[in-house]
């Protein structure tokens, strides 16, 4: 399999940069979100969740911000690294059960 | 674990003819779910299952398409006829009751000529 999108947004940033990719969602009703990251060749991978209960998160070297109040994500990658090149997706959990619906992705690239 | 397991990785077939394709989720897991993957539409939720049964077939895209669980350790995904606006990258995933995050396998590739 591969990653296909060669119309996607694309962030091109330098190594050791911080990037920063943003997503807007649907369904006001979705309570959980999820950040994928799909190398080519490979299926998206989980990175990062966060819950409408919360306004931030933070794991190694990610932070993903949630704005409810314009239905917004962030996903902030510190200091950036060439392995970080890849598609980036945000995911929307809906209410109620486990349908997992996937925004159009951001291709990020990694300058050495 | 070996994660979840698809096949084939690639297929190459003529308008016309069947395909299927195969999922192993993760042992324990008891949702499984069929994306497809384009260019045009991304990742699309095709089905997905719960304890092996159907729970929302919704984004089947039509009558040529059909998906079974006969038990927990497999899934087939079948196209008949195949188009060739079929084509793309079929992922599987799968997870357990209680979290959100989906494991995916590595997809199958489909080109109908």
């Known amino acids: 399999g591969e990653s296909v999108g060669l119309h996607l947004p694309t962030l091109s940033v330098q190594e050791g940069d911080n990037s920063i990719i943003n997503c807007a969602y649907s369904n006001s009703a979705s309570d959980y979100f999820i950040w994928y990251k799909q190398e080519s060749g490979k299926g998206p991978q989980f990175i990062i969740d966060i819950r409408s209960n919360m306004d931030k998160r933070q794991g190694q070297r990610v932070t993903v911000l949630l704005n409810k109040t314009v239905k917004h994500l962030s996903l902030q990658i510190a200091a950036t690294q060439p392995g970080d090149s890849a598609v980036y997706f945000c995911a929307e959990i809906h209410t109620g059960g486990f349908k997992t619906i996937f925004g159009a992705g951001t291709r990020l690239f990694v300058k050495a | ?113």
């Open chain 2, 1 to 113: 674990d070996a994660g979840v397991i698809q096949s084939p990785r690639h297929e190459v077939t003529e308008m016309g003819q069947e395909v299927t394709l195969r999922c192993k989720p993760i042992s324990g897991h008891d949702y499984l779910f069929w994306y497809r993957q384009t260019m045009m539409r991304g990742l699309e939720l095709l089905i997905y299952f719960n304890n092996n049964v159907p729970i929302d077939d919704s984004g089947m895209p039509e009558d040529r398409f059909s998906a079974k669980m006969p038990n927990a350790s497999f899934s087939t995904l079948k196209i008949q006829p195949s188009e060739p606006r079929d084509s793309a990258v079929y992922f599987c995933a799968s997870n357990s009751a209680g979290t959100g995050e989906l494991f995916f396998g590595e997809g199958s590739r489909l080109t109908v000529l």
